[in-house]
């Protein structure tokens, strides 16, 4: 009897990518819109980093320590940048949310 070729499914019953359960990630959702923010130094985007998202060594401008992996935290760039929103998002900076908060106002980086 010759080979056939065809997968053997279970009839009503997708494969691949759909058979995943197709949850939306609300976590992720969630914190990854940039929240706008008014400071004495400007127009500043803000995104909250979950823990899970948090993957990478960052160095806090505020303080100057690491933010290690796991550790949740922000990103922040410029709004009103003199050069783009180009330039504002590739000088964007990863900050702990104390540092942040209370951050000086003469950061200009």
Same mark, same amino acid.
């Given at each position: 009897?010759?080979?056939?070729?065809?997968?053997?499914?279970?009839?009503?019953?997708?494969?691949?990518?759909?058979?995943?359960?197709?949850?939306?990630?609300?976590?992720?959702?969630?914190?990854?819109?940039?929240?706008?923010?008014?400071?004495?130094?400007?127009?500043?985007?803000? %995104? %909250?980093?979950?823990?899970?998202?948090?993957?990478?060594?960052?160095?806090?401008?505020?303080?100057?320590?690491?933010?290690?992996?796991?550790?949740?935290?922000?990103?922040?760039?410029?709004?009103?940048?003199?050069?783009?929103?180009?330039?504002?998002?590739?000088?964007?900076?990863?900050?702990?949310?104390?540092?942040?908060?209370?951050?000086?106002?003469?950061?200009?980086?």
């Amino acid at each position: 009897m010759p080979r056939s070729n065809r997968p053997r499914r279970r009839s009503g019953q997708a494969s691949g990518k759909w058979n995943r359960g197709a949850e939306l990630d609300l976590e992720r959702a969630r914190f990854g819109i940039p929240e706008r923010q008014s400071a004495p130094d400007g127009e500043w985007n803000v %995104r %909250r980093i979950t823990q899970r998202n948090a993957v990478k060594d960052y160095i806090c401008p505020g303080c100057g320590l690491i933010i290690a992996p796991g550790v949740e935290h922000v990103v922040a760039w410029r709004e009103d940048s003199l050069f783009g929103a180009d330039a504002a998002l590739s000088e964007r900076r990863h900050w702990h949310h104390h540092c942040w908060k209370t951050r000086s106002f003469r950061y200009r980086r």
